[in-house]
């Protein structure tokens, strides 16, 4: 879908643009990047991130912890739910253990979609996760709101009468209220079969002293192409609705499945995976 | 292994290490000497009178652009107040950044400032380009090189233009590595429309970056005519990026005389916002190679 296209007719609102590429204004997926030592960056994201460690000095921990929990994350629905197809939203810049990578190394014919909004973060995609040869990869350009184009278009790559894992790391809380996340989480999981997994990530409320949350918010309202909103560990949970949760179940991402030699800190994030029955 | 690093960073690999390519040993070493000078308070021009050099010499060498010579090294050291056990390491070093390099039997036709260039592309963990004229070096055919080649250098002996034809071709080695360079390049349609050597070359040429393409590691994506005015009024250009966290991606632009190398940050992140920009607006890499084939099949 191209940007002018009009606005669907279903009435759905908040639909945001996918964000023009603009180095001046920070964006999440180059911040991250940065925090997690990669160099695709730039001088807005760099002082966004000063201004975040202001604010919440444990932002580098928390970046390494959230993409460590996608590493044993995938690792879980590849090597013990027997998960061979993955549908990434939320790509970001790729960097190392990428969902692919991860999978195919349990699994080398493992199919991921890479899903991303941001047309340039989708370069770097499609320029740098390479699949095994045995498996495949494909990336689509697409918001996270529109899970139509996300579904018809994974489906020439996922077959979807097995199951799928979904993953939405660090996504969902980009996705405000007016835009309904948890009706997207169920448009998703509904076009999935029996046995099919999803695994989010997530900024908590109730992780953070309000003052922090505040300031957080505050801070991606006033400098970020992203604005983020926290969710509680209920709200997180109910992204589960219908679906078994994997133990420990919604915790601190750097709290499931914890394996040796993760760092001291503490991260601002819920994680947690489940199983549709 | 006794640090000679201030403010607690982290030494770089020791000799235990895999070897690390020579180049980026000099800029890690390079990098090394500047961070020891500006603790110790001391000018360039300073440090460039204790060994008997210029400002811009202590620059080319504390940017990895030279080769470092031990006894420099030592009296660099000693003005800095690095002593003892940590020279000896840092001097082991300098030796292992002192290997030759692989085209140094071309430096009868190498210009001074084109060989950086060919350490730093060896060197790279990942090559970024836009070719808006001529098809990328690391891509070309023996045929279109030669043709490339021969109308810049009118009146060279036919062996300097087959030295020149040869060398191009040596650093094409870096794709049969076990771990090659990640190689993502960007070009107009008009690298691929300009029959360069005339049409039987130039097809030969499309096939072979069709061909090239396919290779995992690397990533071509074409800017056709239909997008209209691009990103890149900058003409082309290179980034190399290294592996190693501490050091700078640098942009390489030739001229006909000479090139330009930029590491500052603030000029770097200029290029990496075009070529960002670019690969957004190419075609995504399998619309580039079906583009390719149709440019094969027109010409």
Not at chain 1, 81 to 97: K, N, S, V, Y
Not at chain 1, 213 to 234: I, K, P
């Amino acid at each position: 879908m191209t940007a002018d296209e009009a606005p669907p007719a279903d009435g759905s609102t908040g639909r945001v643009k996918p964000p023009g590429f603009d180095i001046s204004v920070a964006n999440q997926a180059r911040m991250y990047d940065y925090l997690l030592g990669g160099k695709d960056h730039y001088t807005a994201d760099r002082a966004a991130i000063d201004a975040q460690l202001a604010i919440y000095p444990d932002v580098a921990f928390a970046a390494r912890a959230n993409r460590a929990f996608l590493g044993r994350a995938v690792r879980y629905l590849a090597a013990e739910a027997g998960i061979r197809q993955f549908l990434d939203i939320g790509t970001g810049i790729p960097t190392a253990g990428n969902t692919h990578q991860v999978a195919q190394e349990i699994a080398p014919a493992s199919r991921i979609v890479y899903v991303d909004y941001d047309p340039i973060v989708l370069a770097h995609a499609r320029a740098l996760l390479i699949s095994h040869e045995a498996g495949a990869t494909d990336y689509i350009d697409a918001d996270l709101r529109d899970t139509d184009a996300i579904l018809d278009q994974a489906s020439e790559l996922l077959d979807f009468g097995t199951p799928v894992a979904v993953t939405l790391i660090a996504i969902l809380h980009a996705i405000p209220e007016s835009d309904d996340p948890h009706g997207i989480v169920g448009r998703l999981m509904d076009a999935v079969p029996p046995g099919s997994h999803l695994a989010v990530s997530h900024m908590g409320t109730g992780l953070l002293d309000s003052t922090t949350r505040r300031g957080l918010e505050d801070h991606s309202d006033r400098a970020m192409q992203q604005r983020l909103t926290a969710r509680s560990h209920e709200e997180v949970a109910r992204f589960f609705a219908g679906m078994d949760l994997v133990s420990p179940g919604v915790v601190r991402v750097e709290d499931w499945r914890p394996e040796p030699g993760a760092g001291a800190g503490q991260s601002v994030l819920w994680g947690a995976v489940g199983r549709k029955p | 292994m006794n640090t000679v690093v201030p403010d607690g960073e982290q030494p770089f690999s020791g000799l235990d290490d895999p070897p690390v390519e020579a180049t980026v040993l000099r800029m890690m070493l390079g990098g090394q000497l500047r961070r020891l000078r500006e603790a110790a308070g001391i000018t360039p021009e300073q440090a460039g009178f204790e060994i008997r050099a210029s400002r811009s010499k202590i620059s080319r060498l504390e940017t990895g652009r030279v080769g470092l010579k031990g006894r420099d090294v030592r009296d660099l050291l000693t003005l800095y107040g690095v002593t003892d056990e940590a020279v000896e390491n840092f001097l082991a070093l300098v030796r292992q950044s002192n290997t030759p390099d692989w085209w140094a039997k071309y430096n009868d036709i190498l210009p001074g400032w084109f060989e950086p260039y060919l350490g730093l592309e060896s060197a790279a963990s990942t090559i970024r380009s836009f070719e808006i004229q001529f098809v990328h070096g690391l891509f070309q055919t023996e045929d279109y090189a030669r043709a490339v080649t021969r109308p810049g250098r009118k009146g060279a002996p036919a062996g300097e233009i087959e030295d020149w034809v040869r060398l191009r071709l040596s650093r094409q080695a870096l794709h049969a590595r076990q771990k090659p360079p990640r190689i993502w390049s960007v070009m107009d349609e008009a690298v691929l429309r300009r029959p360069v050597g005339g049409a039987a070359v130039m097809r030969a040429q499309l096939r072979h970056l069709i061909k090239a393409a396919a290779m995992p590691h690397v990533t071509l994506q074409v800017v056709p005519f239909s997008r209209g005015r691009h990103a890149a009024e900058s003409g082309s250009f290179t980034v190399l990026r290294f592996a190693e966290r501490d050091l700078p991606d640098v942009v390489y632009l030739e001229q006909l005389t000479g090139a330009i190398y930029l590491d500052q940050r603030s000029d770097v992140e200029q290029y990496l916002e075009v070529v960002d920009e670019l690969s957004g607006e190419a075609l995504t890499p399998d619309a580039s190679t079906r583009f390719i084939e149709q440019v094969a099949r027109e010409t």
